[in-house]
């Protein structure tokens, strides 16, 4: 999904606000908590020490709660906010010594925006205001207007692009933000609370509608939340901020697995877990017998060892097959027989290591049977057990 | 105690610059003037039933073609006008509004921006903006007469300052409504200072602005009567010579002739403002 050449990096980025920054930048640096700094400097420092890397194609997710910087900091990515230390790279190339003329461009060019309420313009229809972008870049109104067509067809308003905007419901409205972000066919979209405005179901309908024209346009990402379920949902990597500094950044599974700090866990802790964890990260390792050596007698002997009335069975390469029982081995070796395949039973569900758990929990709870976890190419990779099941959606347990 | 002669030092100024700038204060008396004359000359030339009949299509146009009821007013209004004999002095009076208005937008609309865009400009003008609303408006006659003796022009001119102030202030708060993040989402795409004015701004500022155009009408309007104090003729100087006179009905007669102008001016400038406003509100 991510490949490694960076599209945006950022390096020891900090916004402070207000005239003594480098006492409060010290005093930043030596830990001290903002409440304490702004009482001796009169500053509020709203990003302290940034530093990350945004990969080409990659959703990242800045999430935290209002007042922890998100906000600023997406906004010092196109220098919406002036940045007061650090860097902050594009394609490789620094942003902050940019003047004006050449920050706008690379504003036109590279970046789009996707605001929580929208930012539209309301005395212009949603073809016009789609091609906004366009427009500032001095496109001719003929290609204009076949572009911004374009972008209309993509976030599915075909038909109102004559429409006020005014006219339009929430999750409406945030479209022709979308396609006017897209229309201008951005690097990289920035997305400033783009859904928090909306009903919790257009919300839910708007989140999938972004992955899957991710999966088709593969933008590169940055989305900022306050949401932790929009963040586990749509980021292929979050950073998790608090006053200021970024806590931890990691892959959902890493953040929910792994939690750095005790805020992270605290946060972390009542998030459904089931819709996050896959079947990959809870899964054991489990004896199997193989059709090219092991016979009935062997499946048997394995099957008493681990005290199991079971055992899954793979081929040669490890290929799945499917499992035998203990009855059915013991009938099988006392009559002579000297192969499992008859015995093998196919039909038994199995899920893939990305599955997610809650897709995993109704095929358990529909058999006494652990779950075989299978690689893309059919071999498997281990079992999920109800009890590991259970120990990984409990918030406490950490996951296997 | 002290002594502040302010008023013999306002006195030491003025006459300065009347001596001074002599030259700058006869070519504005020549602009404003010719420019009255235009305006008077394209009002009388045609007969009156003709220019009714543009005032009525112009109101039909601007409140919808559905709507006929200020075009009729105007057809009914008017007529009395011209019945009461006060054709000629409405028409005066109308040139010196639209002149006075005309000047005062072409002023107050620039600084309103500026002052939009700008917090410290703001501090600068909003003083001034309330030293010209609450002078009392017989006191800029004087010094419009020293720079532009009597006649229509200091009349204009004092109703220029006299009216300016709604059409700054409507067009500096019609910038500062515009959203925030409309202008973060003009500026995250790349607008130069002028195309996040001219694309963004104004054209959200637009009812604003157009309500402190018709402000600005109406206040010019009123100062009609004052201005007829120093030979600014039209109605005005027929309510002056009613009151002067004790003429109950020549009073009376060019009063109403300046309710029915104002009633026309505004419900005109109403129309064209609500029509960009439904624009916008859909």
């Not at chain 1, 900022?224 to 979050?238: N, S, V």
């Not at chain 1, 700090?261 to 089931?274: G, I, L, M, P």
């Not at chain 1, 095929?363 to 976890?373: E, H, K, Q, R, T």
Request: charge should be neutral; include cysteine; proline fraction near 4%.
């Amino acid at each position: 999904m991510t490949d490694n050449k960076p599209v945006i990096e950022v390096r020891a980025l900090y916004k402070i606000f207000g005239a003594r920054t480098s006492e409060a930048k010290k005093m930043a640096d030596a830990g001290s908590a903002r409440p304490e700094i702004l009482k001796k400097t009169g500053c509020v420092p709203a990003v302290v020490d940034a530093s990350f890397s945004v990969h080409k194609r990659e959703t990242f997710v800045i999430m935290g709660l209002s007042g922890s910087g998100k906000s600023t900091l997406l906004r010092l990515l196109n220098r919406l906010i002036e940045p007061t230390y650090g860097e902050v790279y594009v394609d490789g190339g620094d942003i902050s010594g940019l003047n004006r003329d050449a920050l706008r461009e690379v504003r036109r060019k590279k970046f789009s925006m996707v605001f929580q309420h929208f930012g539209l313009l309301p005395h212009r229809n949603v073809l016009e205001n789609v091609g906004f972008g366009l427009e500032i870049q001095g496109m001719g109104e003929e290609a204009r207007r076949e572009k911004s067509m374009q972008a209309v067809q993509v976030v599915g308003l075909d038909g109102y692009e004559n429409s006020a905007v005014n006219e339009l419901s929430g999750g409406m409205q945030q479209r022709v933000g979308l396609a006017r972000a897209l229309a201008t066919d951005p690097e990289i979209l920035l997305m400033d609370e783009a859904f928090s405005a909306l009903d919790p179901l257009i919300r839910n309908q708007m989140q999938d509608e972004l992955i899957e024209l991710q999966a088709r346009l593969h933008k590169t990402v940055v989305f900022i939340t306050h949401d932790l379920d929009e963040a586990l949902k749509l980021g292929d990597r979050i950073a998790i901020m608090k006053d200021g500094r970024i806590d931890q950044i990691g892959t959902p599974e890493g953040i929910l697995t792994e939690p750095a700090t005790d805020y992270v866990r605290a946060f972390v802790e009542n998030v459904d877990r089931s819709k996050v964890l896959t079947a990959a990260s809870v899964m054991k390792k489990t004896p199997t017998v193989s059709t090219h050596k092991d016979g009935p007698h062997q499946a048997v002997r394995n099957m008493e060892h681990e005290n199991h009335s079971s055992i899954f069975v793979v081929d040669q390469d490890r290929k799945f097959l499917g499992l035998v029982t203990i009855d059915d081995a013991v009938k099988e070796s006392k009559k002579g027989g000297r192969s499992l395949d008859s015995i093998i039973r196919g039909e038994i569900p199995t899920v893939e290591m990305n599955t997610v758990l809650r897709d995993v929990v109704p095929l358990a709870s529909g058999s006494n049977l652990p779950i075989p976890v299978l690689k893309e190419d059919g071999t498997l990779a281990g079992i999920v057990t109800r009890a590991a099941l259970l120990s990984a959606l409990s918030a406490e347990g950490d996951a296997a | 105690m002290i002594s502040i002669p302010l008023g013999h030092y306002f006195e030491l100024i003025i006459t300065w610059m009347t001596d001074n700038w002599s030259v700058f204060f006869k070519g504005v008396e020549n602009t404003v003037e010719s420019l009255i004359d235009f305006f008077e000359m394209i009002f009388f030339l045609p007969h009156p039933y003709l220019m009714i009949a543009v005032f009525a299509g112009l109101a039909w146009w601007a409140t919808g073609w559905r709507k006929y009821g200020l075009a009729l007013f105007t057809v009914i209004g008017y007529l009395l006008i011209m019945g009461m004999g006060l054709w000629e002095r409405t028409m005066q009076t109308l040139a010196l509004v639209l002149v006075a208005t005309f000047i005062a937008l072409l002023v107050g609309v620039p600084v309103g921006i500026w002052s939009g865009r700008r917090d410290s400009v703001e501090r600068v003008v909003r003083p001034i903006l309330d030293f010209m609303q609450t002078m009392p408006a017989f006191v800029y006659l004087i010094p419009a007469v020293f720079f532009f003796s009597i006649g229509k022009v200091p009349g204009a001119v004092a109703t220029v300052v006299f009216a300016m102030p709604p059409c700054v202030r409507l067009t500096t708060l019609g910038l500062k409504q515009v959203p925030h993040d409309v202008l973060e989402a003009s500026d995250a795409f790349g607008c130069t200072p002028m195309q996040q004015l001219f694309k963004v701004q104004l054209p959200m500022a637009l009812p604003s602005i157009l309500a402190g155009v018709n402000q600005t009408i109406m206040l010019a309007l009123s100062m009609v009567v004052i201005a007829a104090l120093i030979g600014a003729g039209g109605l005005g100087a027929q309510v002056v010579r009613g009151v002067q006179q004790l003429r109950l009905g020549l009073g009376f007669e060019s009063g109403i002739a300046i309710v029915v102008l104002a009633m026309y001016l505004d419900r005109i400038t109403h129309a064209l403002g609500s029509k960009s406003a439904r624009k916008q509100k859909g």
